[in-house]
């Protein structure tokens, strides 16, 4: 490969690990407005991406007429040689064959001569071990990199604006009373309305990494792009694993399901938590099942996706096994998440018994120049709230 070669595939990799770096952008914003400081990263990106297809495209044009011009010295090639082109190798067909030619150049035969000559010439052969200086090592496609960033429980109960750094939501504590009068002209029941507050207190979450500035210049792929798309999944992954946690932790205790369920049982210990969070909300919110990745390795097996008209589920598909929406049992959206602590783990809520609030800052950037280094921060302020413990219901699973 050439270096005009070598700089058009590094710059076609710049343009698509750019890409790659906007659209982990867009994935981190979850379906949201981008904040001011992603838009400002999207709009960076951008502007390096035009300078860089102009870049391309007098090197591409160079390209195109070295290879044209190429293609026509050797058309003319055949038409500028008088002499006819000799044997470039011989195969004989038999031993015979290979005699008859042994015979003939005993006797001041040419081209039996150059036949010979060329089957029994002793060539050096080169391998590629005789010049690793010339083999470039290829980096074939985008870095591996196997994580999880999805957010689902964050997500079915979508995260709300942080207020400030200290705020409160108002509950009813106590609600006003209606009887039966207990006669005419008799005084009728009264009690006033109590209305508490939840204490809201977010934390700061995030994470950051000092950079040289040889490491950013010199990577390929860039080094910047993997590093800030790094964090901003690290910090999904926690505001995930800590709202799993808070919510798990502050739930009441439900049913069991036996070690070996079946269907039935498995339906009948959702709607008793189903009725339990009913009991909590009075209907208020959406019902989900959140369940931890093994759990539904063990219940997916009882709903098959193929069913009568009267089961209890559409079923589970194992091929689209993974974080998020899994499909439903008795009407109840289940949910995966891996942000448990523990094995075997699954509640029933209703949406309006927990919430989330965020405020994210996003990918921060300082210069060293000292010692030539740039220093990369992704944070972000999050928090979670059980607005009532007894609409999230813990079912234990044996």
């Not at 700089?7 to 379906?31: K, L, T």
């Not at 990577?219 to 694993?241: F, G, H, R």
């Not at 209907?283 to 099942?289: S, V």
């Amino acid at each position: 490969m050439g270096a005009t070669d070598q700089m058009i595939a590094r710059y076609v990799a710049e343009i698509e690990e750019r890409q790659q770096f906007v659209d982990g952008i867009f994935q981190a914003a979850d379906g949201k407005d981008l904040t001011e400081d992603q838009l400002e990263l999207v709009t960076d990106t951008k502007k390096r991406m035009d300078e860089v297809n102009k870049k391309i495209e007098p090197l591409v044009e160079m390209r195109r007429i070295s290879g044209d011009s190429a293609e026509r010295i050797a058309q003319l090639a055949r038409y500028m040689s008088d002499k006819p082109q000799a044997p470039q190798q011989v195969e004989y067909r038999s031993a015979g064959e290979y005699i008859l030619d042994y015979w003939k150049g005993s006797l001041g035969a040419d081209d039996a001569m150059q036949r010979l000559n060329l089957y029994n010439r002793a060539a050096s052969h080169q391998t590629t071990s005789d010049n690793p200086g010339l083999l470039p090592t290829p980096i074939v496609g985008p870095v591996v990199n196997f994580i999880d960033a999805a957010r689902p429980l964050v997500g079915q109960l979508g995260p709300r604006q942080l207020p400030g750094s200290t705020f409160s939501r108002p509950k009813v504590t106590q609600h006003t009373a209606v009887a039966a009068q207990a006669g005419e002209k008799q005084e009728l029941t009264s009690q006033k309305m109590i209305i508490g507050k939840l204490s809201v207190t977010p934390t700061t979450l995030g994470g950051y990494v000092n950079i040289s500035r040889q490491d950013i210049d010199w990577s390929q792929p860039a080094v910047m792009d993997i590093v800030i798309n790094d964090l901003a999944a690290q910090y999904a992954i926690l505001t995930e694993k800590t709202a799993v946690q808070a919510f798990y932790a502050g739930g009441t205790a439900g049913g069991t399901i036996p070690a070996t369920p079946d269907a039935a049982a498995v339906a009948g210990q959702l709607w008793a938590a189903a009725a339990s969070v009913y009991t909590a909300t009075k209907g208020q919110g959406r019902l989900i099942a959140v369940a931890s990745p093994d759990v539904l390795g063990i219940l997916g097996p009882l709903f098959a996706p193929v069913n009568p008209l009267n089961a209890q589920s559409l079923g589970f598909s194992a091929a689209d096994f993974g974080q998020g929406v899994m499909g439903t049992i008795s009407g109840i959206t289940v949910v995966v998440s891996s942000g448990f602590a523990a094995a075997k783990s699954l509640m029933v809520l209703s949406t309006a018994a927990a919430e989330v609030y965020e405020d994210r800052i996003g990918s921060l950037q300082v210069v060293e120049p000292s010692v030539l280094g740039v220093q990369v921060a992704y944070a972000g302020y999050f928090a979670d709230l059980i607005v009532e413990a007894g609409g999230i219901v813990k079912v234990t699973v044996t």
